[in-house]
């Protein structure tokens, strides 16, 4: 794969940010959410936040809740799930992927062009939203009332929801706000915005969606809206490359889609050198005619741990044939079976023999707002036995109880 440099901005989306002093006078641009919209996200549980945002409880918050086990950022990174806010401050988005949980029905577009809400109201809203939204499981079986208090202080926020959170123009504002208010920011973007990506400010982590490793595969899965999106796709690996706090490249895998490349995953593994890379089943969403897919999209957990097995040899074999770098490994480092979610780790997070995956949250909140440079070397703490890949606990804490449900068919 040739090397690529960072390209400019196509000229027709230089704009991608509206400028109201070349609006006509009256004009008023509209809001992202119509009637319409905004009736079909309340019924699917999102409580949305002005004219572009959105928060939902995760089920993985009500899981922890209830004593029943935390999400995979739980057993990766330390986060606590019965305290993590899952918002976006744009639901639109720039692609229209085969495996989105919305089945292609949120707003898309390549650059901004919707009324445009204050940050600071976007955090206080998604912040109070999120509370109410805990307090409606007092007394659900299972929440004790320690859980239940701790539930009521958000510590982190994931970006992920819905949507491409990094096209909304305020974007580095909001993060600051969530950092002033000691929660911790979990960034996910699809790898099209390349100017905006390398703008950002810093975040506890920063994950870049690498869908398919060619492009015709990625036109295939992703679908996206920009002519030049491979391009986009490339640049933004290499802007990662060069991201000092913590970054993940993630892969969502989709049995008969993405699966067999291995060597051009590894190469954009090297070429971005990020700290983890994630990868996870695609979830089966339903049918729907947005999507292709399928249950027999979805691939095994055994299946997701052999491809990063493949994935962390592959890219170990090709440094070492380039001889150089020889400081650059990765491993396997933890999996949530569960999620059907496997972690790897660059070796650098190996201290002394044990994992250090998690996340020192108080330590990164006193560097962020020292205003000095910092590294993902600097706030990385132990990765517990039970997480790290490998242990019978397959990254389910033991501090709760596995809920299984009853599966007898009906009438038995």
């Known amino acids: 794969q040739k090397e690529k440099t960072i390209a400019p901005v196509a000229k027709e989306e230089d704009d991608w940010v509206y400028e109201e002093e070349e609006l006509e006078e009256g004009a008023e641009l509209p809001t992202m959410l119509n009637p319409t919209l905004s009736k079909t996200l309340s019924k699917q549980g999102y409580k949305l936040i002005g004219s572009h945002s959105g928060v939902k409880l995760c089920r993985w918050t009500k899981s922890m809740l209830r004593g029943r086990g935390g999400c995979y950022k739980h057993s990766f990174y330390g986060i606590s799930s019965m305290q993590c806010m899952e918002m976006t401050p744009s639901l639109a988005c720039s692609s229209r992927c085969t495996f989105c949980w919305r089945h292609g029905t949120n707003p898309v577009g390549k650059k901004w062009k919707w009324q445009m809400d204050d940050p600071i109201f976007l955090v206080q809203q998604g912040m109070e939203k999120h509370v109410k939204m805990i307090n409606t499981m007092r007394g659900v079986p299972g929440v004790n009332a320690e859980r239940f208090d701790e539930g009521m202080t958000i510590k982190h926020c994931a970006l992920s929801l819905v949507g491409e959170p990094i096209m909304y123009p305020k974007i580095n504002e909001f993060v600051d706000e969530l950092h002033k208010r000691n929660v911790s920011s979990f960034m996910v973007t699809n790898s099209q915005y390349p100017q905006q990506l390398q703008d950002l400010v810093p975040v506890t982590q920063l994950y870049l ?130 999620s059907l979610c496997v972690l790897i780790s660059k070796e650098d997070f190996r201290v002394d023999g044990a994992w250090h995956t998690w996340i020192d949250y108080p330590k990164f909140h006193q560097l962020v707002q020292s205003g000095e440079s910092f590294t993902s070397m600097d706030y990385m703490a132990p990765t517990p036995s039970w997480a790290v890949y490998g242990a019978e606990e397959r990254g389910f804490d033991p501090e709760h109880v596995r809920f299984r449900r009853n599966k007898k068919a009906k009438g038995l």
């Open 209 to 338: 969606s690498i869908d398919a490793a060619t492009e015709s595969t990625l036109k295939e899965v992703d679908r996206p809206l920009f002519s030049d999106f491979w391009q986009r796709n490339l640049d933004c690996v290499d802007i990662l490359s060069k991201k000092a706090q913590r970054t993940v490249l993630r892969l969502t895998l989709v049995k008969k889609y993405n699966m067999e490349e291995i060597v051009e995953y590894a190469q954009f593994v090297i070429k971005g050198r990020p700290d983890f890379v994630e990868v996870k089943g695609v979830t089966y969403c339903g049918v729907s005619d947005g999507s292709p897919l399928t249950i027999k999209n979805t691939p095994f957990h055994q299946e997701v741990t052999n491809f990063c097995e493949a994935l962390k040899d592959e890219v170990n074999k090709q440094m070492k044939k380039a001889g150089s770098d020889e400081t650059l490994r990765y491993a396997i480092a933890s999996e949530h079976e569960h």
